[in-house]
């Protein structure tokens, strides 16, 4: 090997070096989703919960807990939008399905949130977190007192650093003439808080990674779409029902909340609330899950794999 033959391998090493550290910039940037959010709402479904053998999921409480001190810590603002209150009354009671009598139901709501708060107080209380609980009937909205001093108790909550969690107040929500109380589920009242308290994001945590072509529950093939610009009803006919006994709306009215979201010109990210921790590693700017959002620029799609809905 002569001179010039050393100094060429070297060119050839530091040139293939600096084209893995470009190659490795790349695949991290295409990785990079910035998200920009101060106040969230996070909603978390039952199945994300209750274990399918019907037992509460203790982990999931405390690494909710947990991931929510850290982010209120930071001075973020967040609003916990719960289900569970069912779920928990049936594994409290030793039940295996859902009543179908309402009053049954409500009663069982009755126990259930009562738990699902002692739950989250003792989770919260290790992470030296204060927490509010909000249970709202969609009357509430529809007039304009109660409305403020909802709001002004959100916004009380939140200044004093003190984490809200919001349930439908179960046991008394129902529609009669033109008394309507009930949100219907929990996407719903998710998206309507986070409008209404003007959110930056909506986080949805369920039992699945996030929006797919098909409902992956029946279909081995589905692809997870890592962005949706706009939901019309091509995008509807691909969503499903739900896939466990607890959850109620399935993966209409996450789109149902999406598409509010959208239209008020708000993001929303579905992922997988299996490790609620998740959440800080969407907002460190991992490209995980679904992300709604009327911003183009987000519109790359994660692999050759992963088609984008973007009609
Ligand atoms: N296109 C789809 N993409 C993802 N999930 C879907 C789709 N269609 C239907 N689903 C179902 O929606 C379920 C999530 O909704 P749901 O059971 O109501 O959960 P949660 O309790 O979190 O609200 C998934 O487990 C899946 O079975
Ligand atoms: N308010 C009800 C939850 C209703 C609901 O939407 O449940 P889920 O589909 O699990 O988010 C409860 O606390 O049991």
């Not at 009937?137 to 984490?163: A, E, G, Q, R």
Request: aromatic residues 6%; glycine residues 6%.
């Amino acid at each position: 090997m002569n001179e010039n033959g050393t100094a060429q391998s070297g060119v050839s090493i530091q040139s293939s070096v600096f084209w893995f550290i470009i190659k490795r910039m790349q695949v991290a940037i295409m990785n990079h989703r910035s998200i920009e959010a101060n106040r969230i709402v996070v909603k978390v479904g039952t199945s994300s919960l209750i274990h399918p053998n019907g037992a509460v999921n203790l982990e999931t409480f405390d690494q909710l807990a947990y991931t929510l001190s850290a982010l209120n810590n930071q001075g973020k603002e967040l609003i916990l939008v719960s289900s569970g209150a069912i779920g928990v009354g049936l594994n409290k009671m030793h039940l295996k399905k859902r009543p179908s009598e309402i009053g049954a139901q409500q009663a069982l709501a009755a126990i259930g949130q009562s738990e699902l708060m002692t739950l989250f107080t003792q989770r919260f209380n290790h992470y030296l977190t204060d927490i509010a609980q909000v249970l709202l009937t969609h009357d509430i909205f529809d007039y304009p007192k109660s409305n403020k001093y909802v709001m002004d108790t959100f916004n009380c909550l939140l200044k004093d650093n003190v984490i809200p969690i919001v349930n439908e107040n179960d046991t008394v929500a129902t529609d009669e003439l033109d008394h309507k109380t009930t949100f219907g589920d929990n996407d719903q009242l998710s998206a309507i808080v986070a409008s209404h308290v003007n959110a930056d994001l909506l986080i949805v945590l369920s039992d699945i990674d996030g929006f797919y072509d098909q409902n992956p529950k029946k279909f081995a093939n589905a692809s997870l779409i890592p962005t949706v610009n706009i939901i019309n009803e091509e995008t509807f006919t691909v969503a499903g029902g739900s896939g466990s006994r607890f959850g109620t709306g399935g993966m209409q009215t996450k789109l149902l909340a999406a598409k509010r979201m959208l239209a008020e010109n708000r993001q929303m990210i579905l992922a997988n609330g299996r490790d609620p921790r998740i959440i800080l590693d969407i907002l460190a700017g991992k490209k995980i899950g679904t992300l709604f959002t009327k911003n183009r620029s987000e519109n790359q799609p994660q692999s050759e794999t992963s088609p984008t809905i973007n009609h």
